[in-house]
Each structure stands twice: as structure tokens, then as C-alpha cells.
């Protein structure tokens, strides 16, 4: 069972809020969900929509063909009906779209008038819609009964009862009238599942901040950002967190700066845009030995680009941007789950080496919504790296930037213990206090950089080898291309019998400092397969440069996309059939 819902229509029409919850729905019922969404930089009109596939099995990438359209407006059935399976239907409401459409993959649902007939308000019409859908799969109208109680429940019985009415009279509409419908999810199952984690990559990035010890969060509203923003500042209260929405991005990396060098974790996110503010921030943690964590939301550029849809274009921003020599990490999470560890990650290694770490995801990542079994808070990792009190009093004569084996030198708190010097943006001695001569900007530089980069390196993890262990056939990616290239793969092993090749997808989640091949020799792998094909949503192949900048290994074959837009499956599977012939 494998079915794609998409609910099309205008920017304020409530499309997310139909999507949210079916997808919602879905996952307390026990089938796996991936969600994803497309919508235009306007809050009213145009052309939005939400995505969501179903099955009884693990799903992380969006199919080309729908089995069911919800059309909220003309242009929902202009655009979708095409992408329609053999027996794919679409439901509209020809009373508040002013027009009728003919045909058996048609059904026209009074979405309004039911709405006001069962609840008495318009607004319940998208209750409607997914009381509607939920009789065209199948499914038990109670679960949502129960979600429409708890989102309702301090509105009073009047609403409650009304969107309950409004949801069961779209349901039973749907049953007696939709003969064409033969989708079977009320059936898969003899015995109820047990609900799943229902996820977007923005809360589980939040989500493994507040879980690393968060304290500090600042930043400036920016998509696909400022949902990070949104979930911690929901959380704050519980958890003790202070959030700024500062001015500008500037204010922002400036804040947590401070923050952090005050003795508390703390962050900051953005977009390409908003990262070019804090240029001069990141150089200045690098200088200053502060830990950080920035999350960096790629969106398509330069400029304000396409504001709300997804790209893999800032890569090299992220390796490269800011002025000087000085260690960073850059991390890529590739589902909601990988996320939530790799943020946890990010705040152990900005603490241990003093360093900023960089979490770069995309539009893509950061709003679709993942099932996931659960999350494994025995794996993750909480160690004070600061001198605090006694710590801090122990030691003979502190020097915050004191030459050490490891680079790594002593971080006190001020106020806490003692007197602590203050480095300014300059270069400075083991003090912290201001030089200008070349021998200790030599021993600085060596300090920050050579010192500690071997000892990171040894942290990054290596690359995940999925498939058969010696392919003919390397899909190569990082970041969000996670899902559709594991599907592709698996689409290639059980369900696409006349491919010839063996295949497998060499995944990149940890990105720089690259990881070495003493874990792994996933080179071998490349260097063996009779295809290495690397797939980016970008112009220009930016990972397969830095492959080849890091090891030599130059791609002979490459997959790009760059409209905005995140692979399809069936789209990627047609671009892997045409590169190996």
C-alpha cells in the first residue's frame, strides 16, 4: 500500500492545515508519512501545496503520481490532474470554485455547504475536506474526532461538536458517493498499529538543541529558519531558555556570541542571506576560540532567490565564508532524525574544541514531515567542558589561550571564579592580551587550526554505504537527498527487475572536516563501481568539487537540480536509468 495525497489551492485557502493533519492522522493510525510542501513568498493567492504519501511501509520521498487531489481552488485541478494514477480522483467543491468538471476521476464534495448545514461556519469546510478524505481511503473517522477534541478543547462544545458534525458529514459523503474509490488503508492492518513520531526537520533541530543543553537562542525571522526559532520559543518557558529576536542578523551571531562566551550554550540560525551578516561574527569565534552553532537554511539564490523553496547552494558558503584560517564544522542532516543527533553532535564538538559548527540543511529538510519509531535520548551527549567554580580556582595561573598539545585550552566563566581576561578581535597571547609580533601569531594560528583539526577529523563520522556492498552503480549525496536516493536504491533492488546493475548510495552527513578513509575506504568503493554518480540540487556540483578538492576522486557523472524544486522518485529513478544507459 503506497498512496500520494495533494491538497492544491491559494496561500490563506487552510491547505496546510488540511495536510498537517491527515499527515497527523496518519501517523497516530501507524503508517509511515512523508510530507512535503511547495508554496509561493505571499500570504494570500497564488498557487500552493502540500504533499503527503502513505504506506505500510518506511517512506522519506515525495512520488510524481497522486492518487488523490484535494483542488481548493481552479488552478488545483489545472495543474494536478495530469499527475493523477490510472484511478485517481479528484474532490472539489464546484459551488465554491463556481464551476463543474466532467468526468469519472472527478467528485464533486459540498465542502461549504456541508460545513454550514453540520457546523455553521464556513470555516469548518476544511474539516470537511478531511472527514472526505478519510471515507475515500478507508480509514476509522474517529481518530480524527479525538484530534479535533484536543485542538478544539478551549473553544468550547459548540466548536468541538460542530468541526466533529462538519468532519463525519464529509466522511459519510465520501462512502455513499465516491463508487470509483478502491483504496484499501482501513483494511492493511487486523490489529491497530501503534503511532508513530511525526516530525519536520526544523523542530528536530530545535528539538536537539533544547535535548544538548540549550540556554541562549537568537536570531532574526528568516525561512526556512525561523521555524527553529518558533519551536524553541514555545519550549522556552519548560526549559529555561532565553530567546531574542534580535534586529537584524549582525545583532544575532553578536548575541549568541556573548552569550556563549558568558557561559552558556547557545545559537543561532538563519538563511544565505541572513549568514552573509554574520561573516564577520563567525570570523570573530574563530578568533576568540567561542563556541557556536549556526543553522544555516539553504534556499535558492543569490539574492532573495525563490524565498520559500529549496536548494543544496551554499555549501561553499558554509566551508568557506569568513575572513582568515580557523577551524569550523559543517554538518548536513538528511532526515528529522539524523537532525536531532547531529545537532546534539554540533553543541558537544563547538564545546570540546571551541569551535563554531555549522548545521547546514535546506527548505526541503526543514519542512517535511518524517515518520519516525522514536528518538534514543541514551544517545546523547552532555559534557561541561567550562571551568566552573573549584575547577576554575584549582588552577596556577589561567591563561585562556594557553598552548596545549591539543589546542584546546582552558575556558572559564566570568563571574564565576577569579578574573577572567577578555579577548578582543585581535590577535592576542595566551593572556588574551594584544600583540603584534610574528612569532606568537604563528604559534596562535598552529594552535587553532593544526592543532585541532587533526582531533576533529577523527570525530567526523564516515560516510553510510547502503545497498549491495560492491555496486556497479554509487549514488553520492549529502543533506536532504537522504530519502529519495535510499528509495531509488531500493527501487532498483526489488521493483525494477531489467536493471541490469547492482546499485548503492554513499550518503555524506558530516561534511567537513571531510572524512577520512581509515574508518571506511569508501574511495574504493567509488573508484570500483563502473558508475559514481553524484547527485546535488545545485548547478555546479558543489559537493563533487569539494570530493575532488578533498581526495582526488573526480566525478565522470553528475545529477543536478535547480529549480527550486527537490527530486521526485520517479524523476530520480529516470535520471539514474539515462546516465547508465
Not at 490532474?81 to 468526468?103: H, P, V
Not at 559534557?383 to 595561573?397: E, I, N, Q, T, V
Not at 525494477?496 to 571531510?514: D, Q, R, V
Request: charged fraction near 20%; hydrophobic fraction near 40%.
Amino acid at each position: 500500500m503506497d498512496y500520494s495525497i495533494k491538497i492544491g489551492g491559494e496561500a490563506g485557502q487552510g491547505i496546510q492545515t488540511i495536510g498537517d493533519t491527515l499527515a497527523r492522522i496518519f501517523s497516530k493510525s501507524g503508517l509511515h508519512v512523508f510530507t512535503h510542501q511547495d508554496y509561493e513568498s505571499r500570504i494570500r493567492g497564488g498557487h500552493n501545496f502540500f504533499q503527503i504519501r502513505l504506506s505500510d511501509r518506511p517512506v522519506m520521498s515525495s512520488r510524481a503520481r497522486i492518487d488523490i487531489v484535494v483542488a481548493l481552488d481552479r488552478e488545483g485541478v489545472a495543474r494536478h490532474e495530469k499527475g493523477l494514477t490510472e484511478k485517481g480522483i479528484i474532490i472539489y467543491d464546484s459551488a465554491d470554485l463556481r464551476q463543474g468538471f466532467e468526468g469519472p476521476q472527478f467528485l464533486d464534495v459540498p465542502f461549504v455547504a456541508l460545513a454550514m448545514e453540520h457546523g455553521k461556519e464556513k470555516i469548518m469546510a476544511n474539516t470537511v475536506a478531511v472527514g472526505a478524505v478519510l471515507g475515500m481511503l478507508g480509514m476509522d473517522v474517529g481518530v480524527l474526532h479525538e484530534m479535533l477534541r484536543a485542538t478544539f478543547g478551549k473553544k468550547g462544545e459548540d466548536v468541538i461538536s460542530g468541526n466533529i458534525r462538519s468532519a463525519q458529514a464529509g466522511f459519510d459523503f465520501a462512502v455513499k458517493n465516491c463508487q470509483r474509490c478502491a483504496f484499501s488503508v482501513g483494511a492493511i492492518h487486523e490489529v491497530p498499529l501503534q503511532p508513530r513520531m511525526l516530525m519536520t526537520g526544523v523542530e528536530a533541530i530545535g528539538l536537539g538543541a533544547i535535548a544538548s543543553g540549550l540556554k541562549f537562542y537568537s536570531a532574526y525571522p528568516m525561512t526556512p529558519s525561523t521555524g527553529i526559532m518558533n519551536y524553541i520559543a514555545d519550549k522556552a518557558a519548560e526549559y529555561g531558555i532565553h530567546v531574542e529576536q534580535a534586529e537584524d542578523e549582525i545583532a544575532a551571531i553578536n548575541m549568541a556570541l556573548g552569550a556563549s562566551f558568558a557561559g552558556v550554550r547557545a545559537m543561532t540560525a538563519t538563511a544565505g542571506g541572513g549568514f552573509a551578516l554574520m561573516v564577520e561574527g563567525l570570523s570573530l569565534a574563530g578568533m576568540t576560540e567561542t563556541p557556536i552553532v549556526i543553522g544555516l537554511g539553504q534556499r535558492p539564490a543569490p539574492a532573495t532567490g525563490f524565498p520559500t523553496r529549496t536548494e543544496q547552494g551554499d555549501l561553499q558558503f558554509a566551508l568557506y565564508t569568513a575572513h582568515g584560517e580557523f577551524p569550523r564544522v559543517v554538518f548536513a542532516p538528511g532526515t528529522p532524525e539524523q537532525a536531532f543527533y547531529l545537532t546534539n553532535k554540533a553543541f558537544d564538538i563547538a564545546e570540546k574544541y571551541q569551535v563554531p559548527v555549522i548545521i547546514l540543511f535546506d527548505q526541503h529538510l526543514a519542512d517535511s514531515q518524517w515518520t519516525h519509531e522514536g528518538l534514543d535520548t541514551g544517545r546523547i551527549r552532555y559534557k561541561d567542558y567550562r571551568l566552573r567554580g573549584d575547577a576554575f580556582r584549582s588552577l596556577s595561573g589561567y591563561k585562556r589561550h594557553a598552548y596545549t598539545e591539543t589546542g584546546v585550552t582552558p575556558f572559564g566563566v566570568p563571574g564565576d571564579a577569579g578574573h577572567v581576561v577578555v579577548t578582543d578581535s585581535d590577535e592576542h597571547d595566551e593572556e588574551g592580551h594584544i600583540v603584534e609580533d610574528a612569532e606568537t601569531r604563528t604559534g596562535m594560528l598552529d594552535k587553532r587550526l593544526f592543532r585541532k583539526m587533526p582531533l576533529i577529523r577523527d570525530e567526523i563520522a564516515p560516510p553510510l554505504l547502503y545497498g549491495d556492498v560492491n555496486p556497479e552503480v554509487v549514488l553520492v549525496g549529502w543533506g536532504s537527498n537522504y530519502g529519495v536516493m535510499k528509495e531509488a536504491v531500493d527501487n532498483f533492488k526489488f521493483q525494477i527487475s531489467n536493471f541490469k546493475f547492482s546499485t548503492a548510495m554513499l550518503y555524506f552527513s558530516e561534511i567537513f572536516p571531510f572524512p577520512s578513509t581509515e574508518k571506511f575506504n569508501y574511495l574504493t568503493v567509488l573508484q570500483d563501481a563502473q558508475f559514481a554518480v553524484c547527485i546535488e540540487n545545485n548547478a555546479t556540483g558543489q559537493f563533487a568539487r569539494l570530493m575532488r578538492a578533498e581526495t582526488g576522486f573526480e566525478f565522470r557523472h553528475r545529477i543536478g537540480k535547480y529549480d527550486g524544486r527537490p527530486f521526485l522518485l520517479e524523476e530520480m529513478v529516470d535520471k539514474i536509468k539515462a546516465v547508465t544507459g
